[in-house]
């Protein structure tokens, strides 16, 4: 015989079906959760980090650059608003400018345009400094128009690279900061503070820090009262702050050691690179 289902059983699964069939139909209240919040920019900042950052010579950057430095940096602050706002210019490729770079290296500005005038005249002008015309002609005959025998070794070695396909003014162009920073080191007589004031003067990177630059380095030991000369890695921690403009922020470096009257060695490299980024 079989069993009929009781009325208490019956009606307890009616309402168990009926209270689901309600229930799907409220919307669902998700529970609040405590977010952890992280700092990505310097908590003495109060403007985020720009997501974006352009060549200083492009319209608006360095205004952009001045307003992100003074809110991140207060003791900077001061230089910006008591010195002009920084330039950047130079219309040359990449490889005139290494040549030149080259060229100008540890010498007066004043030799070093009387050698790279005569270098011009024997390629033909500026326009015809290629890396097939500097490779063919002779390390004697650089040396004839007071090239040393070293530096035609130098460019010399960049042209080769460039014919080879190692380098060229388009990868140049392209590289991130760090690649770049590794292909220009591996040619002959560029090192780490030619390839900075490159990057800087040249390629109108904003991000960079010369951190092996003595008149930057005394800059940043002035500014901040530090008792010794910072070295690499405290220049780093203690310019963090200046990302992504750290070549401004280097640049008023440079105005802060000028304004002191500093002996003329400490700043005579940034002159030197900065005087062949002029026209010929």
């Known amino acids: 015989m079989k069993k009929r289902p009781s009325r208490t059983s019956n009606t307890t699964a009616n309402e168990i079906s009926r209270n689901l069939s309600v229930s799907s139909k409220i919307p669902f209240r998700a529970r609040k959760t405590r977010k952890l919040i992280t700092h990505t920019s310097p908590i003495n900042n109060p403007h985020n980090s720009p997501k974006i950052v352009k060549p200083l010579t492009f319209d608006g950057e360095i205004d952009l650059a001045l307003q992100y430095l003074r809110g991140s940096d207060r003791l900077l602050a001061t230089l910006i608003d008591t010195h002009r706002a ?70 010399h070695d960049l042209a080769e690279k460039y014919v080879r396909g190692v380098l060229s003014d388009d990868s140049i162009l392209e590289m991130d900061d760090e690649m770049l920073f590794k292909m220009l080191t591996s040619v002959k007589g560029i090192g780490p503070w030619s390839v900075h004031m490159f990057m800087i003067f040249s390629l109108h990177k904003p991000d960079v820090l010369p951190v092996g630059d003595l008149g930057v380095r005394k800059g940043v030991q002035a500014l901040y009262g530090l008792k010794e000369l910072p070295g690499a890695l405290k220049m780093e921690e203690v310019c963090e702050k200046w990302r992504p403009y750290r070549s401004v922020g280097a640049w008023y470096m440079w105005r802060l050691m000028e304004a002191k009257g500093t002996s003329p060695n400490v700043v005579a490299g940034m002159k030197s690179y900065f005087y062949y980024q002029l026209p010929a």
């Not at 004043?110 to 490779?135: C, H, M, N, Q, T």
Request: hydrophobic residues 40%; positive net charge.
């Open 86 to 155: 920084p330039s950047f210019e130079s219309g040359r490729t990449p490889f005139l400018s290494l040549v030149k770079s080259i060229l100008y290296q540890q010498l007066a500005s004043k030799a070093a345009k009387s050698i790279y005038d005569r270098f011009l005249s024997l390629v033909g002008g500026e326009d015809k400094v290629l890396a097939d015309a500097v490779l063919s002609i002779s390390a004697q005959r650089l040396r004839e128009t007071g090239v040393s025998f070293r530096k035609a070794s130098y460019i």
